[in-house]
């Protein structure tokens, strides 16, 4: 195979279907036989004996010991004999490998063998993102408490909405603090809009916890003026990421200053938080 096998999914999606596309075909492609190992994936994990057998001490300890013993044989060089049966079970293109074969000197080398440069360019992102370095960005964090229909904040034209992300963590401060990267891990609608006065500027609606969706009422190619209601979220606490191109917008005062002391400012919809520079 190609790749990785991954699923874009919500909560609650964790089961499979025996169903794999080829992305680059569009058809449908069988799941990868297991090397060794048919007839376990029978006995344990096709009924419902099984599982039960899976949360055994004795299967979970028989498991882990196998898997070691495995391990340690497959890092042997008497190993090495199995690399052929393996690249041909498993069609491996070998000419986007880096090296041949008789290279590899176990079979665990081969497992993670490395593939020629280039043969996986990565996909570039659809806007340059070092056009965004710098940019001033405006956090705003909603309280249950708070008004959830959110507004353009320019007036201009919505040219594109993307959504993206899926996981919905928390926006309280406890969450944003942790290691988690919730402004870029959350269900979330991208909104960018181009404005006469400001020009390109993003408009990052966030869901969070318990905010399933960010409902964007608005769509691409509207002409909106500052103020025209785009979005709306449904219960919870969320938030939304607005970011202005460097050197475009100045903060009001007291925006910048309390940020400065790392303090929050509580605004409501219509105040001003800046001016053109
Ligand atoms: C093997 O890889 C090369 C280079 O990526 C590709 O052009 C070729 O189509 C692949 N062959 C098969 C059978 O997938
Ligand atoms: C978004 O709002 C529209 C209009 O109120 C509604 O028809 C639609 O079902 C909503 N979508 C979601 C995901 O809530």
């Not at 899926?166 to 969450?175: D, F, I, K, M, R």
């Not at 399933?212 to 969320?238: H, I, M, P, Q, T």
């Not at 202005?244 to 509580?266: A, V």
Request: proline fraction near 4%.
């Amino acid at each position: 195979m190609g790749g990785l096998v991954s699923r874009a999914a919500g909560w609650g999606a964790h089961c499979i279907s025996h169903k794999i596309i080829d992305r680059e075909t569009g058809k449908e492609i069988p799941e990868p036989e297991p090397y060794h190992g048919e007839v376990e994936l029978g006995i344990f994990y096709g009924n419902c004996l099984g599982h039960l057998w899976l949360w055994t001490i004795i299967v979970r300890i028989y498991f882990r010991w196998r898997g070691e013993i495995t391990g340690w044989m497959y890092n042997k060089p008497r190993s090495a004999k199995e690399i052929q049966q393996l690249a041909k079970t498993y069609q491996v293109n070998m000419s986007e490998v880096d090296k041949p074969l008789e290279y590899y000197t176990t079979l665990n080398e081969f497992f993670c063998r490395r593939l020629k440069d280039g043969v996986r360019p990565v996909a570039e992102p659809e806007y340059d993102a070092r056009e965004w370095e710098g940019c001033a960005i405006i956090i705003n964090r909603l309280a249950p408490v708070d008004y959830h229909r959110l507004h353009a904040p320019v007036t201009g034209i919505l040219k594109k909405v993307t959504r993206v992300g899926s996981t919905l963590y928390a926006v309280e401060a406890a969450a944003i603090n942790s290691p988690i990267e919730v402004y870029t891990m959350n269900e979330r609608a991208v909104l960018e809009f181009d404005s006469p006065s400001f020009g390109a500027i993003i408009f990052c609606v966030i869901g969070a916890s318990q905010v399933g969706s960010c409902n964007v009422s608005a769509y691409e190619g509207d002409a909106l003026r500052k103020g025209n209601e785009v979005a709306f979220f449904k219960y919870g606490g969320s938030a939304t990421l607005t970011l202005f191109k460097r050197n475009t917008i100045k903060w009001d005062e007291d925006l910048s200053s309390n940020s400065k002391n790392l303090w929050e400012t509580k605004v409501k919809v219509g105040q001003s938080i800046g001016r053109r520079r």
